[in-house]
């Protein structure tokens, strides 16, 4: 994240909180192109010259908006992933990544950075620093010790399996009549089956 500070009087923090409030809101309601630096402004009850003396451009604003939200948001807990078996470690984080991706404002924001990502780089950069990245990491971690136990297979390509996970949640979660969270948790439950990370449901 690039800043262009300005000499002078200290930074004031209350208005660096409500200028990156009121972008992000604004990357939500309106996309990139409807968060303009004067709508920033105004909402945040600044003048433009505020915001200019912070960020160098809109984009630079716009990251370090995803990026502080990314920060303070209650998203599932990592330290899950860190004891017990892959299953043991999916029946606990389920419910809240459930709740969490099928929240109406998480659907948003990816179709928003996932709409950006060619014409706005630096946005899924942060999103994928912030976001994917450490999750991708706490899977693979998960994967390799199913792999150790013989529920995925030894030379399975772990970087293609994250990604048909990640993906198969992504396109649910985008389609035109997504799913409440009970029903995204089911959908979890099965593709975490496929993946060998869940045992079979018994029969009958």
Do not use: N
């Not at 946005?123 to 706490?138: K, V």
């Not at 396109?171 to 409440?180: A, E, F, G, T």
């Amino acid at each position: 994240m690039s800043e262009s500070r300005g000499r002078g009087r200290p930074r004031d923090p209350a208005a660096d909180d409500a200028i990156l409030r009121a972008a992000f809101e604004l990357f939500l309601d309106r996309g990139v192109d409807g968060a303009s630096i004067e709508r920033i402004a105004k909402r945040a009850g600044v003048g433009k010259l505020t915001v200019y003396r912070r960020w160098s451009s809109k984009e630079d604003l716009l990251a370090a908006a995803i990026e502080a939200v990314l920060q303070e948001r209650d998203w599932p807990d990592l330290e899950e992933f860190e004891t017990g078996t892959p299953a043991e470690i999916i029946e606990r984080s389920l419910p809240t990544a459930a709740e969490t991706a099928a929240s109406p404002q998480f659907r948003l924001l990816v179709s928003r950075i996932y709409g950006s990502a060619v014409s706005h780089p630096a946005l899924m950069a942060t999103y994928w620093r912030h976001y994917i990245l450490p999750r991708r990491e706490a899977t693979a971690a998960m994967l390799r010790r199913a792999q150790r136990m013989g529920t995925v297979p030894a030379d399975a390509d772990l970087d293609v399996l994250i990604d048909m996970l990640a993906g198969a949640v992504t396109y649910r979660v985008l389609q035109p009549d997504p799913p409440d969270a009970a029903e995204l948790r089911r959908y979890l439950e099965a593709l975490h089956r496929q993946a060998g990370l869940l045992p079979p449901e018994p029969d009958g």
